[in-house]
């Protein structure tokens, strides 16, 4: 299968819009570069964007109980390999999902299924072993995160045909890119509580202020080709919109800190405070930057959003201390 509108990395195998020089396509043995293209190992941010609600998760509930042991470590290692994994499996379903769509769009035309460097049968055994190592790290936690787990795969497995019936295909994929906030907190806690799903709402809002920007790179094809994003949606009034999800991510965030009743001294409230003042001075950065029709900008701000997430990572890692 070739794509319609191929570019010139779709023929040496590589992908448009990952790292120049990534290390997939530097030091990979060639016969796992299209599988590790597939997981998105040549583009790293995604990892990040899953992983960040997660260690957000784990911190605050740690500052909500005041508790830490051995088995935090493991959580909070087990979440960034199960993010690697289960992003790498999600956007394999993505692909073969979009295999005919990809192929008609100049950034996502040099992927490996539309580029013919894997067939879908074989992205599909890709996906198989890539769920089910997760599904491993997955069991080491409690009953209550591993039903919370299994869970997700519900908006993981919608994601992909959003764009087909809804122009809010950005809320689909926050769904699903943030519930490592609600996992996190859930293996650490043993259950399920509001600050959580505060913290999941915040991320969701973060998510369609980070996937916005990313979609206007691709909003002349999926116009040509009729799949609907929020990019299409907003048009020229996007920055008011951005406006609007950067100061939702703080408001649910700052609740989600204020209701998890942080125990120790007020200086450690306070300080887990900035975390979400911290977020949304970058979201504001990125805003006075923004340029909808700019690819190359638009794309590094994007990626910017992993600074934007490890920062109340940071900020709660220090209220810990106090």
Not at 244 to 268: E, H, K, N, R, Y
Not at 298 to 317: H, K, W, Y
């Amino acid at each position: 299968m070739t794509g319609k509108n191929q570019t010139p990395e779709a023929t040496t195998g590589q992908v448009a819009d990952a790292v120049k020089g990534n290390w997939v396509d530097r030091l990979a043995p060639a016969s796992t570069r299209p599988y590790l293209r597939l997981a998105r190992a040549d583009r790293p941010i995604g990892t990040w964007l899953l992983l960040l609600p997660c260690w957000w998760g784990l911190l605050l509930a740690m500052l909500h109980d005041g508790l830490a042991g051995w088995h935090d470590l493991w959580i909070f290692a087990g979440c960034g390999i199960g993010a690697w994994l289960m992003r790498g499996a999600g956007c394999t379903w993505n692909d073969i999902t979009d295999r005919n769509i990809d192929g008609s769009v100049a950034r996502t035309a040099s992927r490996p299924i539309p580029s013919g460097q894997v067939s879908v049968r074989q992205a599909l055994m890709w996906l198989v072993v890539q769920a089910l190592i997760a599904f491993c790290i997955l069991l080491t936690f409690n009953l209550a995160a591993i039903g919370l787990g299994i869970l997700a795969l519900l908006p993981v497995a919608i994601y992909p045909f959003a764009k087909r019936f809804t122009w809010w295909p950005q809320v689909f994929l926050g769904l699903a890119f943030n519930w490592g906030a609600l996992l996190a907190w859930t293996a650490h806690t043993g259950q399920l509580e509001w600050p959580a799903v505060l913290l999941y709402l915040s991320g969701i809002a973060w998510t369609l202020f980070y996937d916005t920007i990313y979609a206007h790179q691709d909003k002349e094809d999926d116009a040509l080709i009729g799949v609907k994003s929020t990019a299409l949606l907003f048009g020229d009034a996007t920055p008011r919109w951005l406006l609007g999800f950067m100061i939702l991510t703080m408001l649910l965030q700052m609740l989600a800190v204020i209701l998890a009743g942080i125990g120790g001294s007020s200086l450690a409230l306070l300080v887990a405070l900035l975390a979400p003042w911290a977020m949304g001075l970058h979201m504001h950065w990125q805003l006075r930057r923004l340029k909808l029709d700019d690819g190359e900008r638009l794309l590094r701000l994007f990626r910017s959003n992993r600074d934007a997430g490890l920062l109340p990572v940071l900020i709660f890692a220090v209220a810990l201390l106090l």
